[in-house]
T-cell receptor
């Protein structure tokens, strides 16, 4: 089975610019997650989708971050405008519906904001 | 809300020695518990998970973990370390109600010396 695909792998932008990340989950996985992993820390959940509906976005900085999951499959995460503190790895994960299911992670996008 | 504490940001062992990575959790309901491993520039890979079946859980690459409710712990062990085990390890907890939300610890970097 194909894994979670993410692009791009690396992105360097200047502060106040905008950036978008793309994620394609494992086929059939209803739940999709975006995590932010700052260097030296554990992943922090930004937003969680169930099909194409948002389940949890309580930690998403909504003044600059947005995410969508059209048709309950692919997802994009956007930052506009970026700040220096947004430098991190952005991880996308997916899982089957239901609690107790393991998350399957993509390789992430490493964002550097200068 | 659930949370995870990983004691020790770095653990150093010699090749062939016992590996012990500590994880304590906090949850208001019976939890699901996970250990993930992250190699450089990669996403997280599931090592093992506890979902209220057997308290001793065996995972990939010779790792295992024991759920101890009285101690609210889920420590990860491996009898004999291998050089290839050097990586970052994350413990995560999910409460077994509603939509699954996985909360990660801050991680423990395992260093293996020859």
């Amino acid at each position: 089975e194909a894994g979670v695909a993410q692009s791009p792998r690396y992105k360097i932008i200047e502060k106040r610019q905008s950036v978008a990340f793309w994620c394609n989950p494992i086929s059939g996985h209803a739940t999709l997650y975006w995590y932010q992993q700052i260097l030296g820390q554990g992943p922090k959940l930004l937003i969680q989708f169930q099909n194409n509906g948002v389940v949890d976005d309580s930690q998403l900085p909504k003044d600059r971050f947005s995410a969508e999951r059209l048709k309950g499959v692919d997802s994009t995460l956007k930052i506009q405008p970026a700040k220096l503190e947004d430098s991190a790895v952005y991880l996308c994960a997916s899982s089957l519906l239901g609690t107790g299911e393991a998350l399957h992670f993509g390789n992430g996008t490493r964002l550097t904001v200068t | 809300a659930q949370s995870v504490t990983q004691l020790g940001s770095h653990v150093s062992v010699s090749e062939g020695a016992l590996v012990l990575l500590r994880c304590n959790y906090s949850s208001s309901v019976p939890p699901y518990l996970f250990w993930y491993v992250q190699y450089p520039n990669q996403g997280l890979q599931l090592l093992l998970k506890y979902t209220s079946a057997a308290t001793l859980v065996k995972g990939i690459n010779g790792f295992e973990a024991e759920f101890k409710k009285s101690e609210t712990s889920f420590h990860l062990t491996k009898p004999s370390a291998h050089m290839s085990d050097a990586a970052e390890y994350f413990c995560a907890v999910s409460e077994g109600t509603g939509f699954q939300k996985l909360v990660f610890g801050t991680g423990t970097r395992l260093l293996v010396s020859p």
